[in-house]
Nanobody
Framework: QVQLVESGGGLVQPGGSLRLSCAVSGSIFSINAMAWYRQAPGRQREVVAAVDSSGSTWYSDSVKGRFTISRDDTKNTVFLQMTSLKPEDTAVYYC???????????????WGKGTLVTVSS
């Protein structure tokens, strides 16, 4: 059974940094796109960063220049390095991966359970 295991959330002061990780547990063939979403209280879930299988990245304007997404395909893991954190970055952060379970198969969407990031003094 394939699951995504997130870690790295917590409480940080404004201007601080955190690094989120999302690792795949279970047997898979490969991972296509990887992305991080977040959902703040009372707001819709939004995508903040994504990386495709070639390593090309995309960021929302709200985090561009402060967040960095990266992937380690040898460990089936995606990271989100967050710097210069602001109170408005407070949210539950979710990883989302398009995973190929078998050779020749298409990518299936998998979600992590979320990790809470709180930016407050």
């Amino acid at each position: 059974q394939v699951q995504l295991v997130e870690s790295g959330g917590g409480l940080v002061q404004p201007g601080g940094s955190l690094r989120l990780s999302c690792a795949v547990s279970g047997s898979i063939f490969s991972i296509n796109a990887m992305a991080w979403y977040r959902q703040a209280p009372g707001r819709q879930r939004e995508v903040v960063a994504a990386v495709d299988s070639s390593g090309s990245t995309w960021y929302s304007d709200s985090v561009k220049g402060r967040f960095t997404i990266s992937r380690d395909d040898t460990k089936n893991t995606v990271f989100l390095q967050m710097t210069s954190l602001k109170p408005e970055d407070t949210a539950v952060y979710y990883c989302h991966l398009q995973i190929r379970l078998q050779p020749g198969g298409g990518g299936m969407p998998f979600w992590g359970k979320g990790t809470l990031v709180t930016v407050s003094s």
